[in-house]
């Protein structure tokens, strides 16, 4: 099993900082129009926000892993609810790298995984350095269209 580059960490955590920011503005909203929320209740609930998601991203770090079987890509991560996802490569439609501005940033890709079957069905690794990336879409690529090849005798 492969893990993520530990430098998704910064990101998850500043993922959860901006929606604690968000939900202070929202309850300094609500305080400002509709009824009074004490300073501090504000406070807290952002130091809450915060705290939750540092925990949540760190826990979320140590669980999230991907390997590549003989026929399929295997992702296991979840903190709360535990997702195990295996992709078989004759389903692959296509892979994508991307590279977000903060993961850019950051040094970091992820790839995504498009499957045939159903309405979004997609998979994303998320975490990878811009090289391990290409590798693994690469890796994909050859394994998607040497599994469609077997497939079809």
Known sequence: MESLHPRIRV???AQWILTAIILGIVI?????????????GTLAVVGLAIVL?????????GRWHFELQ???L???????????TAVPFVRVQHVDT???PIERALG????VVYTAG?????????GLTPERARRLQDTLRELAVESEADDAV
């Open 11 to 13: 990101l998850w955590i």
């Open 28 to 40: 300094a909203a609500v305080d400002q129009w509709i009824v009074t929320v004490p300073t501090i």
């Open 53 to 61: 998601g540092v925990i949540y991203a760190i826990l979320l770090y």
């Open 70 to 72: 003989d026929d399929a």
């Open 74 to 84: 295997y992702l296991e991560r979840g903190v709360v609810t535990f997702v195990e």
């Open 98 to 100: 991307q590279f977000g």
């Open 108 to 111: 970091l890709s992820s790839v």
């Open 118 to 126: 159903s309405r979004n069905a997609d998979v994303r690794v998320p």
